[in-house]
């Protein structure tokens, strides 16, 4: 192993930050260091649905799959090397195979929410350029705007000339090296919202897998153990789901727990997996520890749980929700942080855990609360920020240099949350820097709402901004001006809340709608967003 904390001896935090240092070799691939190097017979991955259908699979199936896929990817769609290949499933076998291959071929693997909608899957396709999807074929509606693109589809049949059987798979045979590739060439595409304009995709090096061992190892307590089992209940579009829990378990060799469900998160199915399958390690974001707390708030009663070690990030998790948690759950409970463009760069270890913070810099990442001058501070508010040369750090936003330079600060990325460090080296957060919006670990920028809700043609003008939520931290609120002609009703709101998760995320509609008269706009025509946000903190 490159990157194990496991071989350092350290009793407390400051012996570890001053033990520790990075080992990143020059080349390197996710896929190789997988399956290339680990064509073992023990499981990888234990998969269950709400249909009752069970499997596991070996990292020694996993290859062969793999291999075969490449070849299907390689000889018929022509995917090749630094090509972009868009991944848009649910949990399942054939997402780990699908981004491992093509990280192993040298690709850029697209990841794609499998909660996302027809608009926002067209947009990320068409902006990235892929030469390919991967898609669940139950998706009807982005299988017709996508004709002219080759898809490979998974749970349906091909039905037209661009779209080939994910089945195919197992009729090719063949045996496939994972190409050479530098550990800092291109490896993953995250999109994401700013708090202006499109979605920018966050394209990430193989070795930002590395550079999230060192948090992933601590806030699941010294992770890996000998019988570790790994699940997280998220979006497995997320890098929440990839970066924090998928590959590191598998670089370790360890098993995961794809559970692929149908609507809305079930608190019993979800705790009734975890059970099953003797789950030791969990992230679990806020918002669903919230809705567990709600509908099941003494699980240890009904439930034989394994956890020794649960985590949770993407949003503030709270110091009454960390202690229920470590009360009902397990005994260790640990809030980490980052973001999509750097990611787990602050971590909590039973160590140093100070609840309500959000921890203290991940061993190897240079992390502080910076003035407006990009000078570090102590006690005040601030931007928090990471150093450069941090290998967790993206590559820059696709094709959008502008974008990528208004994130540095001198030597400085900001992360885009305001904070303050205190004089023990906790971080605490306080709020964010723009007018991004957090809605149950999902990062979301306020236009792209605007710009679909705007498509009803009752809107005249609208504006959108996060409210807070006890149990999903925030939710999407729109302020609505109608055209003449047209008055509220109830009617009305469930057309446009439609209107936004059909064309962009069913986690992404407002959850309340408010008509006005007029919005607040300086003499420019800018909107006051802020205006609105200090009038639902009233």
């Not at 350029?129 to 998974?154: F, P, S």
């Not at 759950?329 to 973001?339: A, I, M, R, T």
Request: proline residues 5%; neutral net charge; aromatic residues 10%.
């Amino acid at each position: 192993m490159e990157i194990d904390l496991r071989n350092i001896a350290f009793s407390s935090y400051e012996e570890l930050a001053s033990k520790f240092k990075w080992n990143i070799p020059e080349y390197f691939n996710i896929g190789e260091a997988v399956l290339d190097r680990n064509c073992s017979d023990n499981v990888a991955l234990y998969y269950e649905d709400f249909e009752g259908n069970k499997a596991s699979y070996t990292f020694r199936e996993l290859k062969s799959l793999s291999d075969s896929l490449i070849g299907l990817l390689t000889e018929k769609l022509g995917v090749k090397k630094g090509d972009v290949v868009g991944v848009y499933l649910q949990p399942r076998v054939e997402t780990i195979v699908s981004i491992l291959s093509i990280y192993r071929l040298g690709g850029i693997a697209l990841s794609i929410s499998p909660l996302m909608g027809v608009e926002a899957v067209e947009y990320r396709i068409r902006h990235s350029k892929a030469k390919a999807i991967i898609m669940e074929g139950n998706k009807k509606e982005v299988r017709e705007k996508l004709k002219d693109v080759n898809v490979i589809i998974v749970g349906d049949e091909a039905k037209s000339e661009n779209e080939t059987d994910f089945s195919e798979v197992k009729k090719k045979t063949g045996n496939y090296n994972a190409v050479r590739t530098k550990s800092d060439e291109p490896a993953q595409l995250f999109y994401t919202s700013g708090s202006t304009g499109e979605p920018k995709g966050v394209l990430h090096a193989h070795r930002f897998l590395l550079g999230h061992i060192p948090a992933y190892q601590l806030y699941f307590e010294l992770a890996p153990k000998d019988n570790d089992i790994f699940y997280t209940p998220a979006d497995w579009g997320w890098i929440g789901a990839i970066g924090d829990v998928i590959l590191p378990s598998l670089y370790f060799r360890k098993p995961i727990v794809a559970y692929r469900r149908e609507g809305r998160f079930d608190p019993a199915n979800n705790l009734s997996i975890m059970q099953k399958y003797n789950v030791t390690c969990a992230f679990i974001p806020p918002t669903a520890l919230r809705i567990i707390r709600r509908e099941i708030p003494r699980p240890k009663k009904d439930y034989d749980l394994k956890l020794r070690a649960l985590s949770s990030a993407g949003e503030a998790v709270g110091e009454d929700l960390i202690i229920w948690a470590m009360n009902e759950l397990s005994p260790h409970v640990n809030e980490f942080y980052g973001c999509t463009e750097a990611n787990l760069v602050v971590v909590n270890n039973s160590l140093w855990r100070k609840i309500g913070a959000l921890g203290k810099p991940t061993p190897g990442h240079e992390v502080a609360v910076i003035d407006e001058n990009g000078k570090p501070v102590i006690g005040e508010i601030g931007e928090i920020a990471v150093k450069v040369g941090d290998p967790v750090m993206f590559l820059g936003y696709w094709k959008n240099p502008e974008a990528t330079q208004r994130k540095f600060r001198g030597e400085w990325f900001l992360i885009g949350d305001l904070g303050i460090m205190d004089n023990q080296g906790y971080i605490w957060f306080k709020g964010r820097a723009d007018d991004v919006i957090k809605v149950s670990g999902y990062r979301l920028g306020p236009e792209e709402i605007e710009k679909v809700i705007l498509q009803h043609p009752a809107v005249q003008d609208v504006a959108v901004i996060g409210k807070p939520d006890k149990i999903r931290g925030n939710i999407i609120k729109a302020f609505i001006v109608l055209k003449d002609g047209y008055s509220p009703s109830e009617e009305l709101v469930i057309q446009i809340q439609n209107l936004v998760k059909t064309k962009l995320a069913s986690y992404a509609y407002p959850r309340e709608i408010e008509f006005v008269k007029e919005l607040p706009r300086t003499e420019t025509g800018k909107l006051k967003r802020f205006e609105l946000r200090k009038k639902e903190m009233k």
